[in-house]
């Protein structure tokens, strides 16, 4: 079974529009990290948020907020006003028990102008 | 810029040679992973580490072997490479902060 599920293969959004890429996990471990990476056509691999198991809150990094809802299991990225430079491909990924850390199948992101 | 490193960036080699790609960190961190990335799978971990001479398998670990002499380098080799191991390969550390970067990737095609 997956663990980590992006529903999402592809999207195409306006510019300056904001953009929701969702992400769904599966996990009994209580204690649990959850990453969002971006992936540009360049290839390399960018971090771009963390949220842990424990946090109160949701975590924000600038136009990148996650919106974490753990009872769902989910953890969707949020990107406000979005920009040419965003069209990428999104990747979700979990961190459980040991450090492994998975990655979905990821989402690839088309802003239009 | 997560001070990690691989060698070589590119690389051709055909049917049954044994190749091995370098991970090079300059931070001392002690988890340090494998991934390869195809189309339509996303990344899937190969092998990680937790320490020098401490290996474990990740879910598509057949056909690869991992080493880990000193805490800056974390070598993956394919004994004998096959067709279905072209692929993209990236070296990830965790920085223990809950971030894990990653390296620049190596495109390995086998003939």
């Known amino acids: 079974a997956q663990k980590i599920t992006q529903t999402q293969p592809g999207m195409f959004v306006q510019e300056k529009e904001a953009v929701t890429l969702d992400c769904t996990y599966d996990t009994s471990d209580p204690s649990y990290g959850l990453f969002w990476y971006k992936q540009p056509s360049s290839g390399e691999m960018i971090f771009l948020i963390y949220?842990?198991?424990?946090?109160?809150q949701n975590a924000t990094e600038g136009r990148y907020s996650l919106n974490f809802q753990k009872a769902r299991k989910s953890a969707n990225l949020v990107i406000s006003a979005s920009q040419l430079g965003d069209s990428a491909m999104y990747f979700c990924a979990m961190r459980e028990g040991d450090d492994k850390i998975i990655f979905g199948k990821g989402t690839r992101l088309h802003i239009l102008p | 810029d997560a001070g990690i490193t691989q060698s070589p960036r590119h690389k051709v080699t055909e049917t049954g040679t044994p190749v091995t790609l370098r991970c090079h960190q300059t931070?001392?961190?002690?988890?340090m992973y494998w991934y390869r990335q195809d189309p339509g799978h996303g990344l899937r971990l190969i092998h990680y580490s937790y320490g020098v001479k401490d290996t474990d398998k990740g879910e598509v670990s057949d056909g690869y072997s991992v080493s880990r002499s000193k805490t800056e380098d974390f070598l993956l080799t394919l004994e004998s490479a096959t067709s279905s191991q072209t692929s993209v390969y990236f070296c990830?550390?965790?920085?223990?902060?809950?971030?894990?970067?990653f390296g620049p990737g190596t495109r390995l095609t086998v003939l």
């Open positions: 990830a550390i965790n920085r223990g902060d809950d971030t894990q970067y």
């Open positions: 949220q842990g198991s424990y946090d109160q």
């Open positions: 931070e001392n961190h002690r988890y």
